[in-house]
């Protein structure tokens, strides 16, 4: 097992039972909340982990953060690592704590380091564009 502790949390590296594979994608990435552009990327990454869906990681840099407001939500991941919340107000409620970034990941997942990841549930559209 490939477990540490730091901080009193556990920090898991991932490997066969448990894979995080991170890709970049071809072509470009959207998303969009209540008919504005909220991030599009050409650099998006796809990170895809055992269990969840693919996510798509747009950089801070293609992102339009005046839409983002921070919240005081805040998770933790032992694969990935301290994990930080944004809503956008223009969604309403149903976008709060819509976006996600890892500000210090794990130094396995250290590319998605400002990049920021949307719930398709709580944004109008994530579409990626060929």
Not at 117 to 130: G, L, Q, T
């Amino acid at each position: 097992m490939n477990n540490t502790l730091t901080k009193g949390k556990e920090i898991k590296i991932p490997g066969p039972d448990h894979p995080i594979t991170i890709s970049p994608v071809e072509g470009k990435v959207r998303a969009m909340v209540a008919g504005k552009i909220v991030a599009e990327s050409t650099q998006a990454l796809r990170l895809e982990e055992k269990g969840y869906p693919p996510v798509y990681y747009l950089p801070r840099s293609d992102t339009d953060m005046s839409l983002l407001v921070r919240t005081t939500h805040y998770t933790y991941c032992p694969y990935k690592g301290d994990c930080s919340y944004y809503s956008i107000p223009v969604g309403g409620s149903r976008s709060e704590n819509a976006a996600w970034t890892y500000e210090r990941p794990h130094e396995a997942v250290a590319s998605i380091n400002e990049y920021l990841a949307f719930y398709p549930s709580r944004v109008d559209a994530i579409e990626v564009i060929s």
